[in-house]
Nanobody
Framework: QVQLVESGGGLVQAGGSLRLSCAAS????????MGWFRQAPGKEREFVAG????????YYADSVKGRFTISRDNAKNTVYLQMNSLKPKDTAVYYC????????????????????WGQGTQVTVSS
């Protein structure tokens, strides 16, 4: 069982930065790939970024590539999402998720393969 708690969301002006954190409980955190997803009002939840459970490979949606960086600290059971050059279209509720043993790019982009989800944190980017 893994419990996930996100933090770090808020209101920021376009061009600004935020860093989201996701703290995980459980002793097997390092066995899980971690992903960040987001859901804007009236839209489906979409993949933002993922980091493999081993090797540290990272994957990004085209819409955030070059602006967002995902990282993890297994000693702290925490995954981060550094978001720079934020745009109003980045406004959404951001969720972190854990998927057991996911490694490939395709697997980490597949929302259906994630086992655990956090409650979400709101990110609002004003123009």
């Amino acid at each position: 069982q893994v419990q996930l708690v996100e933090s770090g969301g808020g209101l920021v002006q376009a061009g600004g930065s935020l860093r989201l954190s996701c703290a995980a409980s459980g002793r097997t955190f390092s066995s899980y790939a971690m992903g960040w997803f987001r859901q804007a009002p009236g839209k489906e939840r979409e993949f933002v970024a993922g980091i493999a459970w081993i090797g540290g490979s990272t994957y990004y949606a085209d819409s955030v590539k070059g602006r967002f960086t995902i990282s993890r600290d297994n000693a702290k059971n925490t995954v981060y999402l550094q978001m720079n050059s934020l745009k109003p279209k980045d406004t959404a509720v951001y969720y972190c998720a854990a998927g057991l043993g996911l490694s490939s790019a395709g697997a980490q982009r597949d929302i259906k393969l994630y086992n655990y989800w956090g409650q979400g944190t709101q990110v609002t980017v004003s123009s």
